[in-house]
């Protein structure tokens, strides 16, 4: 019985699928325009799904938010959302998942087993250095 029960864990993480790839080292990935990116032209904000909409951010439904994965690259890339202080990004993405050590987390999604059992969580973190500016925004997974 155990190792049928083994089986099955390793069947559900094996078969979970990364819509996203590797997002290990997401910091430093960034969406491709295939039609800019041969010509070395980085990203720019029509090359997003959606662009940011503090409102849309904030939108939860139930314990989802719709909206943050089609936009959370937004964010992410923002060169705008860096030069911010802490009070106008607490301002624009709304109230925090958690914080610790000025370390603010916003989840993105999240997928479920059983109901309550988090088996993929992604959350975009962002670091306020002492100066309360953003030191980095990253994706956590």
């Known amino acids: 019985m155990r190792r049928f029960y083994c089986l099955i864990c390793v069947v559900c993480f094996a078969c979970a699928s990364d819509k996203d790839g590797d997002l290990k080292n997401a910091e430093h990935r960034k969406p491709v325009n295939h039609r800019s990116?041969?010509?070395?032209?980085?990203?720019?904000?029509?090359?997003?799904?959606?662009?940011?909409?503090?409102?849309?951010?904030?939108?939860?439904?139930?314990?989802?938010?719709?909206?943050?994965?089609?936009?959370?690259?937004?964010?992410?890339?923002?060169?705008?959302?860096?030069?911010?202080?802490?009070?106008?990004?607490?301002?624009?993405?709304?109230?925090?998942?958690?914080?610790?050590n000025n370390h603010y987390y916003y989840t993105i999604d999240q997928v479920k087993a059983f109901g309550f059992w988090s088996m993929k969580l992604r959350s975009l973190v962002v670091k306020f250095d002492a100066h309360q500016q953003v030191e980095w925004i990253k994706l956590y997974e």
């Not at 959370?72 to 202080?85: F, H, Q, T, W």
């Open 37 to 100: 990116h041969s010509l070395g032209v980085e990203p720019q904000v029509e090359d997003f799904p959606m662009p940011f909409d503090s409102q849309k951010w904030q939108k939860k439904e139930g314990d989802a938010y719709p909206f943050r994965p089609e936009i959370y690259r937004e964010v992410l890339y923002s060169k705008e959302l860096r030069s911010l202080s802490k009070t106008e990004v607490l301002r624009l993405l709304g109230p925090e998942t958690r914080s610790e």
